[in-house]
């Protein structure tokens, strides 16, 4: 009954909005109104110090009027709010430069998703917090957990579209997300964070994600060694590692900005090989595992999953619909921009490793953003050496360069092992050829 009433007051501003827009001369316009109730358990130092209800209201508008297009967003969303809030976005398109390719997608029937739990158990959220805490003391003594927040996260909303589309979701989740380091005497690892989304609490947070791996990963990193004389050699990716250069990848050579401004060395590439023929990456908010991907676009299309490179093959650029518009090109089927899937390798990840004569297994990246001729550089963080098939000792920064379209081409292996954490389902993967060295 009270979710009813929720999305009834919603649908009521949602249409306040919109109807504003409309009178004031806007040709299309959308509307969407939001609130999110978010439970949230803090630990600190290995603590409880906080149990907190946050609630997030928004509004967000978009008109366009004679070919310009205004945005504007705010968290009050009374009624003479909303109405100020819109005649604000109707200005904000009459300062815009003319622009034929903003367009709204044509009108869909009526959609309305409900996905996840949507009632927090207070208790067992608690219940399953505290027994992580218990099972890191036991098994990971060595390990600080600086900061823990365990959240249950349950958002409503409604958008609407001029061109008479209307979607309605209930969407919740909990979620996990640690930061800690390995203590021993006065000796500290680096920092590392773990994070996972979850659609139910029926297992033991530990076993969430790679939050398990990832504790035992930081565990052996107090005492460092030198990385030593510069030399090429095989990088292995962790799954979190990997998912921060995929997003490298996308914003470089397949994003809006640079197949709009024709930077992109990619920008030719579409149905031809740009990566190892073992390598597939896909965009993909609904597949299984996913915990609250994207059900529409903000033109107001339904969102499909969809891959952006297919057995090493260049299929799809990660556009919208306006740089599809302004190109000639086809628009991305989603506009996630995350939710990465890779697919698994058939190789086991302890026979990558005993395959590799040097190198360094890395949790983290540390360095500014690539150009657009895909050059990185910058420093390996909580990092192991490879030496004669073994992981040997952890690594003080390390500095890692090379370039992003020659890593793909480089793929050495692909783990079988995949981690699941609710927004991406991603290997380990082993790179030849990238220079290492230490600071």
């Not at 309605?168 to 989304?197: E, H, P, V, W």
């Not at 565990?219 to 990385?227: D, I, N, R």
């Not at 793909?408 to 783990?415: D, F, G, H, P, V």
Request: hydrophobic residues 40%; proline residues 3%; contains cysteine.
């Amino acid at each position: 009954m009270r979710e009813g009433k929720i999305m009834d007051q919603l649908l009521k501003k949602a249409r306040t909005g919109l109807d504003t827009l409309v009178e004031g001369g806007a040709e299309q316009a959308v509307s969407s109104v939001s609130r999110e109730v978010v439970r949230e358990i803090n630990a600190e130092m290995g603590e409880f110090t906080l149990y907190r209800t946050l609630f997030k209201d928004s509004v967000n508008f978009m008109a366009i009027r004679d070919k310009k297009r205004g945005l504007s967003a705010q968290n009050d969303v009374t009624k003479e709010a909303i109405v100020k809030g819109a005649k604000l976005c109707l200005e904000a398109a009459e300062a815009a430069d003319e622009d034929e390719a903003w367009q709204l997608a044509p009108k869909l029937p009526k959609q309305s998703f409900t996905t996840g739990p949507l009632f927090c158990d207070e208790e067992k959220l608690l219940s399953r917090s505290q027994e992580l805490l218990d099972d890191i003391k036991e098994q990971f003594p060595n390990i600080m957990v600086e900061a823990f927040y365990a959240t249950h996260s349950l958002k409503e909303g409604v958008a609407l579209f001029s061109t008479g589309s209307e979607f309605q979701s209930t969407r919740g989740a909990y979620s996990i997300d640690l930061m800690f380091n390995a203590q021993k005497g006065k000796k500290t690892s680096s920092f590392y964070g773990s994070y996972a989304l979850l659609d139910s609490l029926d297992e033991a947070f530990i076993k969430q994600g790679s939050i398990h791996y990832d504790l035992e990963f930081v565990s052996g990193q107090v005492h460092t060694q030198p990385a030593g004389e510069k030399y090429e050699g095989v990088i292995v990716m962790t799954p979190s590692c990997l998912g921060s250069f995929l997003y490298s990848i996308l914003g470089n050579f397949v994003s809006d900005s640079v197949i709009l401004d024709g930077t992109s060395i990619w920008r030719d590439k579409l149905g031809q090989p740009v990566a190892d023929p073992r390598f597939s990456l896909a965009i993909a908010p609904l597949s299984r595992g996913m915990v609250m991907g994207e059900r529409f676009t903000p033109e107001g299309y339904l969102s499909e999953d969809y891959h952006v490179i297919r057995d090493g093959v260049l299929e799809k650029f990660a556009i919208s619909d306006y740089t599809a518009r302004k190109t000639g090109r086809d628009r991305a089927p989603n506009n996630a921009f995350d939710n990465f899937v890779v697919e698994a390798g058939d190789t086991p990840l302890d026979e990558i490793i005993r395959g590799i004569d040097k190198g360094i297994l890395v949790g983290r990246f540390s360095g500014g953003n690539p150009g657009t001729s895909g050059d990185f550089s910058g420093v390996a963080k909580n990092t192991y050496l490879i030496e004669n098939g073994e992981i040997k000792h952890a690594l003080n920064e390390t500095m890692v360069s090379g370039n992003l379209v020659q890593l793909l081409m480089n793929i050495r292996a692909i783990s079988k092992e995949v981690i699941e954490d609710g927004s991406s389902m991603l290997p380990w993967i082993a790179f030849n050829d990238v220079i290492i060295s230490g600071k």
